[in-house]
């Protein structure tokens, strides 16, 4: 499935990220779950992690990654993901959940126009032309 989500955003992360992704979990550092099919097939999976914030004294809960087999959108997979989070984000005492899309993905963000508030950011990354 992380291979999945890989091709769906035309990334390719090398191997040693992803080890270091699943180790983060392991501690702690990095969260992640898990939705199932009533044969206990995976059929998503959400990673999120909680870092220190600016504008709150709360830490700020950052949804990294959100896929769902494209067998199961609409289904409501995904809201139930992004609502565990939520929850998981009070439980620790931590603000509302937020993450990015790509503009493209036209599904997910007629879900996330339900469920969130778009305040208008852009991201923008840093191209550093001597690397």
Not at 105 to 114: H, K, V
Request: one cysteine or more; charged letters at 25%; a negative charge.
């Amino acid at each position: 499935m992380w291979s999945a989500y890989q091709r769906f955003y035309q990334v390719e992360i090398p191997d040693d990220v992803t080890d270091a992704t699943w180790e983060r979990m392991q501690w702690g550092r990095v969260h992640g779950l898990g939705a199932r099919d009533s044969t206990g097939r995976l059929i998503g999976f959400v990673h999120y992690l909680f870092h220190e914030d600016t504008w709150s004294k709360e830490p700020a809960c950052y949804l990294q990654d959100l896929y769902v087999d494209p067998e199961f959108r609409g289904t409501g997979c995904g809201r139930e993901l992004i609502q565990a989070v939520a929850r998981a984000a009070s439980s620790a005492g931590a603000n509302s959940p937020y993450w990015l899309t790509h503009e493209t993905n036209a599904l997910a963000r007629r879900l996330y126009d339900r469920l969130a508030k778009n305040h208008g950011f852009i991201q923008y990354v840093y191209v550093d032309a001597s690397r």
